[in-house]
C-alpha cells in the first residue's frame, strides 16, 4: 500500500517533468525566460506582447538544430 | 435593478462564450485526434465534472477568480508542450511530406496512444482546455448575469454556445481521422502554441492589440514560420544528397 501510493507521489511530478521538457530542456527555459522579461517590460509600462512570438520562434528553430545534431539527416 | 430583455442578454452572452467554447472544442478536438479519444474525453469530461464543483461552490463569487494567474500557468504549459509538438511536426512532415507517420520513428516516442489504461498527457490538455475555458464561460455568465439582473438568459446563451460548439467539434472529429498524423499533429502544434503564447502573456497582465483576434494573427505567423523551416529542412537534405 505505502510503495503504491510513493509510486503515486513520484509519478505526477515525473508526468509533469516529461510534460513540460519532453525532450528538450531548452525550450522550456527559453519560454520561462521570455516570460519573466515580458514581465518585467510590462511592470516597466513597455509593449512586450511581441517578445513570446519571438521566443517561440527563435526556440523552435534552435531545438529542429539540436534534433538533427543529435539524429543527423 | 430593472431586468434586461431576455434576448439581448442571450445573444450577448452566447457571442462572449462562443469565443471561448471555441477555443475549448478546438484543443479537445486537436489532441483527440492526435493522441487518441478515450483519454482526451475522460480528460474533458474530468474538466466538466471539476467545473461542476467550483460552480456549486462558488456560484455568483466566481468572477472574483484571480483568472489572470490561472491563464498564465495554463498558458506555460500549453505552450511549452505546444512547442513540442510544433517542432516535431515541422521535423516529421520536411522529412515525410504529407504521407502520415508510416512505421514508428525510433528516435521519438509514438504519439498516439496504443498502451491500456489513461494516456495522462491527453487527460491534461483535454482536462485544462475544458478547466480554463468553461471558467471564463462561467465567468461571462456570472458577470453578465448580473450586470442584466438576468442569470437565466445568460445561463442560457451561455450554455448555447457550449451545446452548439461542442456539437460542432463532435462532427468535425471523423473527417479528421483522414488527415495525416504528421500534418495533424503540425496543425494540433501550431494551434496549442497559439493558445499558449496567448493565455500566458495575457495572464501576465499584457494587453493584445485587437484582443482575441490576436490569436489568429498568432496562428498565421505560426504557419507561416513552419512552413520556412520546413523548406529550410528540405532544401538542406537535398543539399545534403547532392553532396553525397
Same mark, same amino acid.
Not at chain 1, 511581441?50 to 527563435?58: E, K, S
Not at chain 2, 435593478?1 to 469565443?19: D, E, N
Not at chain 2, 463532435?170 to 496543425?187: D, H, K
Given at each position: 500500500?505505502?510503495? +503504491?501510493?510513493?509510486?503515486?507521489?513520484?509519478?505526477?511530478?515525473?508526468?509533469? =517533468?516529461?510534460?513540460?521538457?519532453?525532450?528538450?530542456?531548452?525550450?522550456?527555459?527559453?519560454?520561462?525566460? #521570455?516570460?519573466?522579461?515580458?514581465?518585467?517590460?510590462?511592470?516597466?509600462?513597455?509593449?512586450?506582447?511581441?517578445?513570446?512570438? *519571438?521566443?517561440?520562434?527563435?526556440? !523552435?528553430?534552435?531545438?529542429?538544430? +539540436?534534433? =538533427?545534431?543529435?539524429?543527423?539527416? | 435593478?430593472?431586468?434586461?430583455?431576455?434576448?439581448?442578454?442571450?445573444?450577448?452572452?452566447?457571442?462572449? $462564450?462562443?469565443?471561448e467554447a471555441v477555443e475549448m472544442v478546438a484543443i479537445v478536438v486537436g489532441v483527440g485526434?492526435?493522441? #487518441?479519444?478515450? $483519454?482526451t474525453?475522460?480528460g474533458a469530461?474530468s474538466g466538466f465534472?471539476t467545473l461542476?464543483?467550483?460552480?456549486? *461552490?462558488?456560484?455568483?463569487?466566481?468572477?472574483?477568480?484571480?483568472?489572470? @494567474?490561472?491563464?498564465?500557468?495554463i498558458g506555460?504549459l500549453l505552450?511549452?508542450f505546444g512547442?513540442?509538438?510544433?517542432?516535431?511536426?515541422?521535423?516529421?512532415?520536411? %522529412?515525410?511530406?504529407?504521407?502520415?507517420? #508510416?512505421?514508428?520513428?525510433?528516435?521519438?516516442? &509514438?504519439?498516439?496512444?496504443?498502451?491500456? #489504461?489513461?494516456?495522462?498527457?491527453a487527460w491534461f490538455l483535454a482536462w485544462k482546455g475544458v478547466v480554463l475555458e468553461g471558467l471564463e464561460i462561467?465567468?461571462?455568465?456570472?458577470?453578465?448575469? &448580473?450586470?442584466?439582473?438576468? =442569470?437565466?438568459?445568460?445561463?442560457?446563451?451561455?450554455?448555447?454556445?457550449?451545446?452548439?460548439?461542442?456539437?460542432?467539434g463532435?462532427?468535425?472529429?471523423? @473527417?479528421?481521422?483522414?488527415?495525416?498524423?504528421?500534418?495533424?499533429?503540425?496543425?494540433v502544434? !501550431?494551434l496549442l502554441?497559439?493558445f499558449g503564447?496567448?493565455w500566458?502573456?495575457?495572464?501576465?497582465?499584457?494587453?493584445?492589440? &485587437?484582443?482575441?483576434? %490576436?490569436?489568429?494573427?498568432?496562428?498565421?505567423? =505560426?504557419?507561416? !514560420?513552419?512552413?520556412?523551416?520546413?523548406?529550410?529542412?528540405?532544401?538542406?537534405?537535398? !543539399?545534403?544528397?547532392?553532396?553525397?
Open positions: 500500500m505505502n510503495g +503504491r501510493i510513493w509510486s503515486w507521489i513520484i509519478a505526477i511530478p515525473r508526468f509533469l =517533468y516529461n510534460f513540460i521538457v519532453g525532450d528538450d530542456w531548452t525550450v522550456a527555459v527559453a519560454v520561462l525566460a #521570455g516570460l519573466i522579461v515580458t514581465a518585467i517590460l510590462n511592470a516597466n509600462h513597455i509593449v512586450a506582447w511581441w517578445l513570446m512570438p *519571438i521566443i517561440a520562434i527563435v526556440a !523552435t528553430g534552435v531545438s529542429i538544430e +539540436r534534433h =538533427y545534431v543529435q539524429s543527423p539527416r | 435593478m430593472v431586468s434586461s430583455g431576455i434576448v439581448p442578454v442571450v445573444i450577448t452572452t452566447f457571442l462572449a $462564450s462562443a469565443v485526434a492526435t493522441r #487518441g479519444w478515450r $483519454s474525453i475522460f469530461f465534472a461542476a464543483v467550483v460552480v456549486l *461552490i462558488l456560484g455568483a463569487a466566481l468572477s472574483r477568480i484571480p483568472i489572470g @494567474p490561472l491563464r498564465l500557468a506555460f505552450l511549452v512547442l513540442q509538438w510544433f517542432r516535431k511536426g515541422i521535423v516529421r512532415v520536411a %522529412a515525410r511530406g504529407f504521407a502520415g507517420m #508510416g512505421a514508428a520513428d525510433p528516435n521519438d516516442s &509514438a504519439e498516439q496512444w496504443s498502451g491500456p #489504461g489513461v494516456d495522462w498527457t462561467a465567468i461571462i455568465v456570472v458577470s453578465f448575469g &448580473a450586470a442584466a439582473n438576468n =442569470y437565466g438568459a445568460a445561463v442560457l446563451g451561455g450554455a448555447s454556445a457550449l451545446v452548439i460548439f461542442l456539437a460542432v463532435f462532427i468535425l472529429q471523423s @473527417p479528421l481521422r483522414l488527415i495525416p498524423r504528421s500534418f495533424l499533429q503540425l496543425v502544434g !501550431t502554441t497559439a503564447t496567448f500566458s502573456v495575457e495572464g501576465l497582465g499584457v494587453d493584445w492589440p &485587437a484582443s482575441d483576434a %490576436a490569436i489568429l494573427g498568432l496562428l498565421v505567423v =505560426y504557419a507561416v !514560420t513552419a512552413m520556412l523551416y520546413i523548406a529550410r529542412q528540405r532544401h538542406q537534405r537535398t !543539399t545534403l544528397r547532392a553532396v553525397a
